[in-house]
């Protein structure tokens, strides 16, 4: 199974300030059809996780700008340009280019 | 609008079985695959498996194979994940969540079913 490698585990952020989260897998997540199918989720305290980008870059439908991802092959970053009250709570990367599906074991997101 | 909607909290004793339903609404139910994520209390995510309503085809992840069966009932729009032989370990909150078409990730989650082992 493909590793997914969070780093930080923790990150106290001030408000509006920017967050940068990274996440590193064991093998390239290039797919045979081209594509990379890396996604992150934010899971907020009791809430069930919710998809925030896919594809590495691209937002899922009302998710706000400030979130951004970059990356290829086997690293990617999750950004949020701006920290507000409301992102508190763990992110999740997600690797979907092998079986299983693998997850990352989570960055928490908590305001100094 | 487009929710998957879990049955209620279980408790059940070791060695018993546990049936978790996942009702979708607001989409054409057999166009997406459902999978099924466990999260332990404190943990990460855990991917269990995907059952694609359109033609029943299941995956497995090789630690479940076996112990959990992914079925739907199209006529009620409803999937199912039934895990068997349950052990103190299982307890976990299990989530249903929608494919997001052909681009492996989830784009719609249910609200999530605490299923507690306890003797």
């Not at chain 2, 997406?32 to 994520?37: A, F, K, R, T």
């Not at chain 2, 609200?111 to 507690?116: A, D, F, R, Y």
Request: proline share 5%; aromatic share 10%.
């Amino acid at each position: 199974d493909i590793v997914m490698t969070q780093t930080p585990l923790s990150s106290p952020v001030t408000l509006g300030q920017p967050a940068s989260i990274s996440c590193r897998s064991s093998q390239s997540l290039v797919h045979s059809d081209g594509n990379t199918y890396l996604s992150w989720l934010q899971q907020r305290p009791g809430q069930p996780p919710r998809l925030l980008l896919y594809k590495i870059s691209n937002r899922f439908s009302g998710v706000p700008d400030r979130f951004s991802g970059s990356g290829a092959g086997t690293d990617f970053t999750l950004k949020i340009s701006r920290v507000e009250a409301e992102d508190v709570g763990v992110y999740y990367c997600m690797q979907g280019t092998q079986f299983p599906q693998t997850f990352g074991q989570g960055t928490k997101l908590e305001i100094k | 609008q487009v929710q998957l909607v879990q049955s209620g909290t279980e408790m059940k004793k070791p060695g018993a079985s546990v049936k978790v339903s996942c009702k979708a609404s607001g989409y054409t139910f057999t166009s997406y695959g459902i999978n099924w994520v466990r999260q332990a209390p404190g943990q990460g995510l855990e991917w269990m498996g995907w059952i694609s309503p359109y033609n029943g085809n299941t995956h497995y992840a090789q630690k479940f194979q076996g112990s959990v069966t992914l079925t739907t009932d199209t006529s009620t729009s409803t999937a199912y994940m039934d895990l068997r032989s349950l052990r103190s370990d299982d307890t976990a909150v299990y989530y249903c969540a929608r494919d997001h078409g052909t681009d492996e990730a989830f784009d719609i989650w249910g609200q999530g079913t605490m299923v507690t082992v306890s003797s």
